[in-house]
C-alpha cells in the first residue's frame, strides 16, 4: 500500500511570490494535516482538513491556506512568501476524522525562500 | 500555555544497549500519545501508540509507558542499532484540547546517536 506522498520534494521561490504544495493521502484516508518543521524546530500544527473542510488550523497566518479535493488529496498554498517560511512542510493523514487516529507523515516538502 | 517537552534534547548510547527518551505532557485532557521517528531529510515514521486506558505497549525492541500521575510518557528501545539513529519525537492529542482539536501537539524532540 502506497503511503503519502507530497509534491515537490523541494523548491526555490523569492520573497513575495507563492507556494503551492500538494498531498496524497493513503487510500481511505479523509483527513489530511499540514504541518511546518522550522530548520531543528518541531512540528507546528498548520491545517487540518477532513471530507473536503477545513476543520481547524494553527497560529499561522491567514497567507497560509489550502484546501481539500474529492479525491481527499490537498494543496497548502503559501502568499507573499517571507524568509521565516523556509522550512520543511509536512503533510500527514488519518482515517476518519482524525480524532486521536495515527497519523502518517509524508518525506514532505522542503521551501527555501530566497 | 500546556505543551509537550522533553527531559532530554540529546542522548548518546553504545550499540545493543537499551535506550529510554523521556517525555513530559502538562495537558491533563490529553488521552492520546504517539512517539515518532524522524531520520535526517525524511518525514516522521510512526513507532508506537498509546491510549490512555493503558499503562504500558510494547512493539517490536519498543516499549511506551505513560504514568498519567505525573504525566509522563517514555519510549524504550532495546538491543539499540545504529539503524536507530534519529531524532524521537512524542506527540500527543485529545479531544477539544485547547482549539486544537485533531491535530498532533509535537515535543522538540531527542536526538538518539547510537555509537557502533
Known amino acids: 500500500e502506497a503511503g503519502v506522498t507530497q509534491s515537490p520534494t523541494h523548491l526555490i521561490k523569492t520573497r513575495g511570490q507563492q507556494a503551492t504544495l500538494r498531498c496524497s493521502p493513503i487510500?481511505?484516508?479523509?483527513?489530511v494535516y499540514w504541518y511546518q518543521q522550522a530548520l531543528g524546530l518541531g512540528l507546528q500544527f498548520l491545517l487540518w482538513?477532513?471530507?473536503?473542510?477545513?476543520?481547524n488550523r494553527g497560529n499561522f497566518p491567514p497567507r497560509f491556506s489550502g484546501r481539500q479535493f474529492p479525491n481527499y488529496s490537498s494543496e497548502l498554498n503559501v502568499n507573499a512568501l517571507e524568509l521565516e517560511d523556509s522550512a520543511l512542510y509536512l503533510c500527514?493523514?488519518?482515517?476518519?476524522?482524525?480524532?486521536?487516529?495515527?497519523?502518517?507523515f509524508g518525506p514532505g516538502t522542503r521551501l527555501l525562500v530566497l | 500555555g500546556e505543551n509537550v517537552g522533553l527531559h532530554l534534547p540529546t542522548l548518546s548510547v553504545q550499540e545493543g544497549d537499551n535506550s529510554i527518551i523521556n517525555c513530559a505532557y502538562s495537558n491533563s485532557a490529553s488521552d492520546y500519545f504517539i512517539w515518532y521517528k524522524q531520520e535526517s531529510g525524511k518525514g516522521p515514521q510512526f513507532i508506537i501508540d498509546i491510549r490512555s486506558n493503558m499503562d504500558k505497549r510494547q512493539g517490536q525492541r519498543v516499549t511506551v509507558l505513560l504514568n498519567k500521575t505525573v504525566k509522563h510518557l517514555s519510549l524504550q528501545i532495546a538491543a539499540t542499532q545504529p539503524g536507530d539513529s534519529a531524532v524521537y519525537f512524542c506527540?500527543?492529542?485529545?479531544?477539544?484540547?485547547?482549539?486544537?482539536?485533531?491535530?498532533?501537539?509535537f515535543g522538540k524532540g531527542t536526538k538518539l546517536s547510537v555509537k557502533p
Open positions: 506527540a500527543e492529542s485529545g479531544l477539544n484540547y485547547g482549539g486544537s482539536q485533531g491535530n498532533l501537539i
Open positions: 482538513y477532513d471530507e473536503g473542510e477545513e476543520r
Open positions: 487510500s481511505g484516508h479523509t483527513s
Open positions: 500527514a493523514s488519518s482515517p476518519r476524522t482524525g480524532l486521536r487516529e495515527t497519523q502518517y
